[in-house]
């Protein structure tokens, strides 16, 4: 399985971006993100139906994940971002196909290489 992420950039707080994840199959999708001398850390999960979904506290009603509706995409998950802040700042990954806990970071199968988001005026 391979996944590319991208969408990263520079934005201004308050701005949005959206990241994409593309997989080579169809598989539960969760993105995790790493801020400066942090840990990586959860930030949400769709299922391979493309609900129910979840996500980390601070980024609920702020970030959307979901699923290309295109048929010729239906591997694509995305991470539409809005009302960015300066601590979303992070290198941002996708990972799949994971086994038990999806907000843990052990229990993937699958990562992408990241993107990085800068949030920052």
Do not use: H
Request: charged residues 20%; positive net charge.
């Amino acid at each position: 399985v391979q996944l590319q992420a991208s969408g990263g950039g520079l934005v201004q707080p308050g701005g949005s971006l959206r990241l994409t994840c593309e997989a080579s199959e169809r598989y539960a999708v969760g993105w995790f993100r790493q801020g400066p001398g942090k840990e990586r850390e959860f930030v949400a999960f769709i299922t391979w139906r493309g609900s129910p979904t979840y996500y980390r506290d601070s980024v609920r009603g702020r970030f959307t994940i979901s699923r290309a509706s295109r048929d010729n995409a239906r591997n694509t998950v995305y991470l539409q971002m809005d009302s960015l802040k300066p601590e979303d700042t992070a290198v941002y990954y996708c990972a799949a196909d994971p086994e038990g806990d999806f907000y843990s970071t052990t229990k993937y199968k699958y990562w992408g290489q990241g993107t990085l988001v800068t949030v920052s005026s």
